[in-house]
């Protein structure tokens, strides 16, 4: 299959009062079209930092992301994101919040009847049809996360980002999250890149994880090729050899080779990282 | 079996009980204590007025100030009796002349009575909010370009820590020169004296509804900026889908703090400047210094008091109706 996403020889580095961080060194990874990616990692380890490179919030130090023959520059629909904390604008209901996206997108193209139908369609796909209407705080986190797919979804995006997109839920709402996205794979096969904290998530929905080795200077450690049939049962799956085996090559990467190191003081040498990446973007 | 329902009963007339105690308490706490707090106020100041000697006589007590609420309240009706009966002889006059001469023309002439204590209150009104909306046209956008910008803060912050602070009666004699040279016409359709209070006014609401809104709009999170800079939204769009929308709930703050301003303010406006309100009443009864005028002093006290309240709160029901964020509201 054709590259649809070159990532190549990246380096992110930050300043900060105490000098100059390396958060990513050498990054490369190419994703062709139609693949579901997941990028995990331990905490830190800038996984979000490659994802908002290829959205275009942040620009690379060195090297860069290529779509589609297009080098990234700054931020744009075609590379719709998926905030980890939905990011729903809490004086629009669901429907105006897609609405705002589409709009923007295709309001010159679409009548004002093709537009409230598309915008209908992407919350009827993400489940949202009986809620449209509600605001943000009216409805649960997951639900939330329905809506800020179903804006992602409707931008028609040529890669779908999502950060640590069910990260904020309990298990069980994510669960029946990560069956609805697999659902809406299964129609739309879009290519996607999500982060992810989760090892079960990251099988259960990938074609291939990409694992990060701890930061400074972090980079790509492995990437594992998740090679089971789809459309995927997660009850079926559990019992299998083939999905224990690979979970548990991505806990070996995560906790033998890869093992956090956590010392006193770490949490705020993480918001200091995290800060410039802040400020910059 | 019994022994349950009986138990049962019991726990239910039990919980009754306690939601009975429950709510006579918060009538307790929310009538009765702010009525024995007054009640003793109103005491404290009889008290207090009866041992308080002037050159005008005692300071009035609550009894006194009562007594010249209701003097006001007649004499705007008196008022009101003889302007009736000035259009009565006018339509009259006119009705005579007409015909005597069908063809005369008719100049209908506006009745020029004092002003009357009620009259005086709408002078105020009208200044204090025409002053608070000329700020707020101001403060509004100034506030936005101000929290986009950091380059434009650190530019007008120090203007706006120095001028924040500055009391109208400074600013009022600038204004008044300015005023009168600036606004010259024949036939004036708004008195200087207005136009002077009400640009007082607007000079010292300002302040905090530009920071406010300032600050409003550069808290706003990180992450309604980067859905606005994914979807490309064209700068203009941006401040009005975005900034606006998410500044509002500190922008009523700062409204909120901007009319208690103006108004506090308006009143010494009106004092220096002659504008026919409330400001203007006090210094008159000063002035006119009567046996009465204390009393009717104190009444215009306790009027500028009732309307600040009523003011804020007027501002908060906005606030609640119009910002989607109903907890700031309540702050």
């Not at chain 1, 331990?42 to 959205?55: D, E, M, P, Q, R």
Request: charged share 20%; aromatic share 6%.
């Amino acid at each position: 299959m054709s590259i649809l996403l070159d990532i190549s020889h990246v380096d992110m580095e930050f300043t900060t009062p105490s000098g100059t961080f390396t958060a990513l060194k050498g990054v490369d990874l190419q994703i062709s079209k139609g693949e579901f990616v997941s990028l995990i990692g331990h905490s830190g380890c800038g996984k979000s930092t490659v994802l908002n490179i290829v959205a275009g919030l942040l620009e690379a130090t060195r090297g860069g992301a290529i779509l589609n023959g297009r080098e990234i520059h700054r931020p744009g629909p075609e590379r719709a994101v998926v905030f980890q904390n939905h990011s729903l604008l809490p004086w629009l209901t669901a429907y105006e919040n897609v609405a705002l996206a589409v709009k923007q997108l295709h309001g010159g193209r679409m009548s004002r009847a093709e537009v409230a139908e598309w915008v209908a369609h992407n919350l009827r796909l993400v489940h949202m049809d009986h809620a449209m209407h509600k605001l943000p705080h009216e409805i649960s986190g997951g639900m939330k996360q329905r809506v800020g797919i179903a804006r992602a979804l409707a931008m028609r995006p040529e890669v779908l980002l999502m950060d640590e997109p069910f990260g904020a839920l309990d298990a069980l709402t994510r669960a029946h999250m990560q069956d609805s996205l697999m659902e809406i794979q299964n129609e739309l096969k879009n290519t996607v890149i999500m982060i992810t904290h989760d090892v079960d998530e990251a099988v259960l929905l990938s074609d291939r994880i990409v694992m990060m080795t701890n930061g400074p200077s972090a980079t790509i450690g492995e990437i594992l090729d998740v090679r089971l049939e789809r459309p995927r049962d997660r009850l079926a799956l559990a019992s299998t050899p083939e999905y224990a085996g690979l979970r548990a090559q991505v806990l070996r990467f995560l906790y033998e080779k890869q093992r956090k190191v956590e010392h006193i003081g770490s949490a705020a040498a993480e918001k200091k990282r995290k800060f410039p990446a802040k400020s910059v973007a | 079996m019994s022994i349950p329902i009986a138990f049962n009963e019991r726990t239910r007339s039990a919980s009754l009980g306690a939601k009975l105690g429950g709510m006579l308490q918060t009538v307790l706490r929310e009538v009765a204590v702010p009525l024995i707090g007054i009640g003793a106020f109103l005491l404290v100041w009889e008290v207090a007025a009866d041992r308080i000697d002037t050159s005008l006589g005692k300071f009035p007590g609550p009894a006194v100030v009562w007594e010249q609420a209701q003097n006001l309240v007649t004499e705007y009706r008196d008022e009101r009796v003889k302007e009736a009966e000035f259009h009565a002889r006018q339509a009259e006059r006119n009705a005579a002349k007409l015909a005597e001469d069908p063809n005369f023309e008719v100049k209908p002439r506006a009745y020029t009575g004092k002003a009357t204590f009620p009259s005086q209150i709408a002078t105020s009104l009208v200044t204090v909010l025409s002053g608070f909306v000329v700020a707020m046209v101001i403060a509004v956008p100034l506030g936005i370009a101000i929290g986009l910008s950091k380059t434009l803060n650190s530019a007008v912050n120090p203007i706006v820590q120095i001028f924040k602070p500055v009391s109208p009666l400074a600013w009022l004699p600038l204004v008044t020169l300015v005023v009168s040279a600036l606004y010259t016409s024949d036939d004036p359709a708004l008195s200087k004296s207005y136009i002077n209070s009400l640009l007082t006014v607007a000079l010292c609401a300002l302040w905090p509804m530009v920071i406010n809104t300032a600050v409003g709009v550069a808290s706003i999170p990180q992450d309604w900026i980067n859905v606005s800079r994914v979807l490309r939204l064209p700068p203009l769009t941006h401040v009005r889908k975005i900034v606006l929308p998410a500044a509002v709930p500190m922008i009523f703050t700062g409204m909120r703090m901007s009319l208690g301003v103006a108004w506090m303010v308006l009143i010494a406006a009106e004092m220096l400047a002659q504008n026919p309100g409330l400001g203007k009443f006090v210094w008159d009864e000063f002035q006119n210094g009567s046996t009465n005028s204390m009393g009717r002093i104190m009444v215009a006290v306790l009027t500028i008091g009732l309307i600040g309240f009523l003011l804020d709160v007027t501002m908060l029901q906005l606030q609640r109706l119009l910002s989607w964020d109903k907890a700031s509201a309540s702050r």
